[in-house]
């Protein structure tokens, strides 16, 4: 069976400090897709990023960056410089190729302080 | 484009209430599905549709239906509704990519949410 962990569940840092958003899956499957959302205050969910299980490639948009490695399962996601704007809850999700079904994980707030 | 909407954004019931949660999306979009979002356990699966007329159940399905007679809409039915009902609920859409059904999930576009309280 398909889960998706996030062990941070609350994570508070100042403006402009770095901040890694860790995620680890489980899947039997060797085609998955890996997202990650961003609630916001305002309660709507934001999609960041898609990535399949072919694509081991770092990804960097921005201020934003992924770190996928297969070796860890593991699919980590990177705000550098963090602004007040950046404050919201961070979901993975992990997709085992059917259907759109998406399995969450159970979220990260980050608040970042000014 | 409007893209995912649904209705009402806010809702409170009595338990053995029935109602629907409307969803309607304007992408054309093939997959539509229904989330839960409760405090500490991300977004769960109620019931997933790959197209018109095709539904499915997902993690919890328990105490709802749906049904997708259009591409565009997929309500969401809470025959007798419970406290455990109470709930953020968010409708989504998506495509695959590779124009098949399953093996290559594109990205799902949510709607705002619905608020349900059941007293």
């Known amino acids: 069976a398909q889960k998706v962990t996030q062990a941070q569940t609350e994570i508070s840092v100042v403006e402009k400090e770095d901040v890694t958003l860790d995620c680890v899956y489980e899947t039997r499957d060797t085609t998955y897709y890996l997202f990650w959302y961003k609630q916001p205050p305002s309660g709507e969910l934001v999609f960041l990023i898609r990535r399949n299980s072919f694509d081991e490639q770092n990804e960097i948009s921005g201020r934003y960056s992924w770190n996928f490695q297969k070796s860890t399962s593991s699919f980590n996601f990177t705000i550098t410089a963090s602004q007040v704007v950046d404050s919201a809850v961070y979901f993975c999700a992990l997709s085992e190729g059917g259907a759109q079904k998406l399995v969450f994980g159970q979220g990260t707030r980050l608040t970042i302080n000014p | 484009n409007a893209g995912v909407t649904q209705t009402p954004k806010f809702q409170v019931l009595k338990t053995g209430q029935s109602m629907t949660l409307q969803c309607a999306q304007d992408m054309n979009h093939e997959y539509m599905s229904w989330y839960r979002q409760d405090p500490g356990m991300g977004l769960r699966l109620i019931h997933y549709?790959?197209?018109?007329?095709?539904?499915d159940q997902g993690e919890v399905p328990n105490g709802y239906n749906v049904s997708r007679s259009t591409t565009e809409d997929f309500p969401l039915r809470l025959l007798s509704a419970a406290p455990s009902q109470t709930s953020v609920y968010f409708c989504?859409?998506?495509?695959?990519?590779?124009?098949?059904?399953?093996?290559?999930?594109?990205?799902?576009?949510f709607g705002e949410g619905s608020r349900l309280t059941v007293l």
């Open positions: 989504a859409s998506s495509y695959s990519p590779s124009g098949r059904a399953y093996g290559n999930t594109g990205e799902l576009f």
């Open positions: 549709s790959v197209g018109a007329g095709i539904t």
